[in-house]
């Protein structure tokens, strides 16, 4: 990695970017480290879940004061941590993502995005990650599963990093990965059936159609409940992933948070060929009202993404449309 940082520098990156991918290298390894020992950390009783993702927060803080960073704003809280204001960088984060899993020994990640502190704006310093995902300068996450690997982008493709655990070093595997079109695999949590908006519903039933459906081929589910984890499959195997939102309290506006996950992870999939969106808008073209935002989210390949967004399209029609035709989906291309 350092070596294509180095020469990615040389081609015109920024230095300070450089600096701060690896600094978040560090924070990964560490990480990897809590993680594999699990349980048995001195002083994480219990509750391990809660111990980890505390150490994570503090963990990754500490890699960034050293870094060139301005501000850090993550998951976890509510406002920014300002670490120098005389920096150039602000960087927004989810240091323990699928937390959840941890005790299923699950695939867990570290997501975060960097972006550049405007010279001038409204709000001052604080208001430097409310900017839309576009203006991004480097996105990446790092995946904690059989093997430890950091997806990243430096806006000049998607590259894939794996950490030899013998040297510390992570190494390039894969270089400018794009997302196959041809994957026939989707990944939702389709217990929630009941509560999605009628667009989704409409596309997962003919996935589950399979070659009798409009769609004329079948399809598998996957769902392991770790968004990076999903990605990694999808971005070497394709397919789609969504998290829709739905009429549950408090998933309305969805439940994948803008800043810290949406973003970085829209920008992993344009950079690899796919593609990004809330259902109605690209995710990158959305502007932030808040650091934990929370938006519907569906990444994949580019076709699949586009297909899930005219479904959206054409959901008023079939609103409208006979029973015959819901069957049928003679609406649904």
């Known amino acids: 990695m350092e070596e294509h940082l180095a020469a990615w520098r040389k081609s015109g990156g920024r230095d300070d970017v450089a600096v701060t991918i690896m600094a978040l290298a560090v924070g990964a390894r560490e990480m990897r480290n809590k ?8 002083g994480s009783g219990p509750d391990f879940q809660q111990h980890l993702d505390d150490d994570a927060v503090e963990l990754f803080r500490g890699c960034l004061e050293q870094s060139p960073v301005a501000i850090v704003g993550t998951e976890k809280n509510e406002t920014v941590k300002i ?5 150039r960088l602000a960087v927004a984060i989810d240091p323990l993502h699928g937390s959840s899993n941890i005790d299923t020994n699950l695939s867990t990640g570290t997501i975060f995005a960097i972006f550049p502190v405007p010279v001038s704006g409204v709000g001052g310093i604080e208001t430097a990650l409310m900017q839309p995902g576009r203006e991004q300068l480097a996105a990446g996450f790092f995946i904690y599963g059989p093997n430890a690997a950091l997806v990243l982008t430096l806006r000049q493709g998607t590259h894939v990093f794996t950490l030899d655990p013998r040297d510390g070093h992570f190494y390039l595997t894969k270089s400018n990965l794009k997302v196959p079109e041809s994957g026939n695999e989707y990944s939702i949590n ?3 059936y009941r509560h999605w908006q009628r667009a989704i519903r409409d596309y997962i039933d003919d996935l589950i159609a399979g070659v009798s459906g409009p769609r004329g081929k079948d399809f598998n589910m996957r769902w392991s409940a770790s968004m990076v984890a999903e990605s990694y499959r999808i971005l070497g195997r394709g397919g789609i992933y969504l998290y829709p939102r739905d009429s549950r309290p408090g998933y309305e506006s969805g439940r994948v948070g803008l800043i810290c996950e949406a973003n970085p992870m829209a920008l992993i999939f344009e950079e690899a060929g796919g593609g990004a969106t809330d259902g109605v808008n690209r995710i990158l073209d959305l502007v932030p009202t808040s650091l934990r935002q929370r938006v519907p989210l569906v990444v994949g390949s580019a076709e699949k993404v586009g297909r899930v967004a005219r479904y959206f399209a ?4 079939r609103e409208q449309s006979s029973p015959l035709f819901n069957e049928r989906g003679l609406f649904r291309v």
């Not at 670490?83 to 920096?87: E, M, P, T």
């Not at 054409?314 to 029609?317: T, V």
Request: net charge negative; no cysteine.
């Open 83 to 87: 670490l120098d204001a005389s920096r």
């Open 190 to 192: 389709a217990s929630n």
């Open 35 to 42: 993680i594999a020992v699990g349980p048995l950390l001195p």
């Open 314 to 317: 054409d959901a008023p029609a």
